[in-house]
């Protein structure tokens, strides 16, 4: 089965390992963790695995020095995840989770630094401009949770630099992946004029179903090559 692991997975559970061996930084990088593990689900279009990592956010006991203001609007979304029974649900509830975290790490004063994905090859082949899309992806997830403007942006930028469209082939399958690629391009150019945490987070949770359905249209067909 063809997965786009994102390498901010990776990079999230290192963020567990490496964060500060408090309570209350192990309950940060956990979410952080469970969040990211939700969001590479959602484009996997794994449902299941979506709904375990929201469970968590949902479920986990509250921790001193997370506002009740704050936590409620990320368990809320959380929950949208864990009660969706469509991917596109999930997604939006995914983007919902992205946005509550960056906004209580705004009315807090905290910046957590998450920057931690490489840089990535340029490539012509849909393969190669696949992997550049995740970059991307992962970059504006990164941009939504600090929050960050800059990674939000740079993120959106690499989606418009690997354009998918034209690489899909002739056929049926083709013209929906350019399709695809091009509603992906289209979220890329909205998302250069979104502001505000809400609409970034509604905006990146269209993305997340876009990416999600393109993946399994290629996986149906096997033609990322």
């Not at 919902?96 to 807090?108: D, E, K, N, R, V």
Request: charged share 15%.
């Amino acid at each position: 089965m063809l997965s786009f692991k994102s390498t901010l997975v990776v990079a999230a559970v290192s963020f567990v390992s490496a964060v500060s061996a408090s309570s209350f930084g192990e309950h940060m990088s956990e979410h952080f963790a469970r969040g990211t593990m939700a969001q590479t689900a959602v484009t996997n279009g794994d449902l299941a695995m979506a709904r375990v990592n929201a469970g968590w956010l949902v479920e986990h006991p509250p921790v001193k020095g997370i506002p009740d203001d704050a936590d409620k609007p990320m368990r809320a979304a959380a929950r949208a995840v864990l009660e969706a029974t469509e991917i596109s649900a999930a997604a939006a509830g995914v983007g919902q989770i992205g946005a509550a975290c960056g906004t209580c790490h705004l009315s807090q004063g905290v910046n957590p630094g998450i920057d931690s994905v490489v840089d990535m090859e340029y490539g012509v082949s849909l393969a190669a401009r696949m992997a550049r899309h995740q970059w991307g992806v992962d970059r504006m997830w990164e941009g939504l949770v600090n929050p960050s403007n800059s990674l939000w942006l740079e993120g959106a930028e690499a989606l418009l630099e690997s354009p998918l469209t034209g690489s899909g082939g002739a056929d049926e399958t083709g013209h929906l992946i350019d399709a695809l690629g091009s509603e992906v391009f289209e979220l890329a150019i909205q998302a250069r004029k979104t502001t505000g945490q809400v609409d970034r987070g509604s905006l990146y949770g269209q993305l997340l179903t876009t990416c999600a359905v393109c993946h399994g249209v290629i996986r149906d067909s096997g033609s990322q090559e």
